[in-house]
């Protein structure tokens, strides 16, 4: 298996303009997760999906951020209208339905918001 | 919050030595594990640990749980100079799916 895949590998866009992440989790693999990664924060979770369906999205930081499943191989997390303060690395990470799994996360993306 | 908090923050051991990072949190967990991130990649995991086991060896890597004290240590042995990483410790609180990360330590080993 490929292991989570994430693209774009980097991004720099300017304030204001609407940045689209994807991820393609691990086959097979029932639960996707998001985090956002900065080094005054560290590692947050954004969101997280099992079975493509969302069921946390409480560090959702605000309405500009939107995530979607639409089939089990695929996810976007989307930030309209960007801002400099969401530069970050951002993480997808996908794991099995079997209790006490490990995540297995994908390289991330770096976004530069100018 | 924070559930999981890595001390030290940053650690600098020459080639051979051992490294030991310890991990402390606050409720109770189902299950602690330890990632280790290189430098612009993304989170690997090392190990896992239940919350009925109370240590745990992978290779060069032991894992200790004390949940009476709330807290984890992971010992590296023999460090080398490829170990040179961010380690990062995430506890599972069985409550739903999630794992909540610490802020990592630093671990820079010298050759």
Known sequence: DAGVIQSPRHEVTEMGQEVTLRCKPISGHDYLFWYRQTMMRGLELLIYFNNNVPIDDSGMPEDRFSAKMPNASFSTLKIQPSEPRDSAVYFCASRTGFSQETQYFGPGTRLLVL | ?111
């Open chain 2, 1 to 111: 919050s924070q559930q999981g908090e890595e001390d030290p923050q940053a650690l600098s051991i020459q080639e051979g030595e051992n490294a030991t990072m310890n991990c402390s949190y606050k409720t109770s967990i189902n299950n602690l594990q330890w990632y280790r991130q290189n430098s612009g990649r993304g989170l690997v995991h090392l190990i896992l640990i239940r919350s009925n086991e109370r240590e745990k060896h992978s290779g060069r890597l032991r894992v200790t749980l004390d949940t009476s004290k709330k807290s984890s240590s992971l010992l590296i042995t023999a460090s080398r100079a490829a170990d040179t990483a961010s380690y990062f410790c995430a506890t599972d609180t069985g409550a739903n799916s999630k794992l909540t990360f610490g802020k990592g330590i630093t671990l820079s080993v010298r050759p």
